[in-house]
């Protein structure tokens, strides 16, 4: 669960300061640890879990939800999610997992990545830290009535 925090503010964060649509920004950001639940779910999916959670099963899962929003917004809300999800996957490539890491270039590649550095307890103390400053830049950012 600290971890689903971490990746929204950090996605709400981007969305924020490079002032595409915020929420479509927090959606993003959830949308890998989203399709690598439903891998674990489905047995079907099982042995693909980790791979759904790689750049291009993330940027077509974006793709698909974008369709959702009404035209005039699909634009906005594919940047929002796009970026949501990039900040997500720079922040689990940043993290050492104390294990594979993660394969960017999948399907193109089997080999794996990961810079190891951030810890892996890391997001128990950035958790709070990012909510925090959430918090600021949303009352920095509103709007007055």
């Known amino acids: 669960m ?7 503010a950090a996605g709400y964060l981007a969305g924020r300061g490079l002032k595409v649509l915020a929420p479509a920004a927090v959606a993003g950001a959830l949308i890998p640890d989203l399709l690598r639940a439903f891998g674990i779910v489905s047995d ?3 042995p693909y879990t980790g791979t759904l959670h790689e750049p291009l099963p ?5 793709v698909l939800v974008s ?3 009404v035209p ?3 634009k906005s809300a594919l940047i929002g999610l796009g970026l949501g ?5 720079i922040l689990d490539i940043l993290q050492d997992h104390l294990g594979w890491g993660y394969f960017p270039l999948f399907p193109l590649s ?3 990545f990961e810079c190891a550095i951030l810890p892996p307890e890391g997001h128990f103390w950035a958790g709070p830290a990012l909510v925090a400053l959430c918090v600021l830049v949303a009352k920095i950012h509103r709007r007055p009535a």
Do not use: E, N, Y
């Open 85 to 89: 999800a990039a900040s997500h996957l």
């Open 2 to 8: 600290p971890d689903l925090i971490v990746h929204a």
């Open 72 to 74: 005039g917004w699909r």
């Open 110 to 112: 089997r080999g794996s």
């Open 44 to 46: 079907l999916a099982w």
């Open 58 to 62: 993330v940027l077509l899962a974006c």
């Open 67 to 69: 369709r959702l929003f």
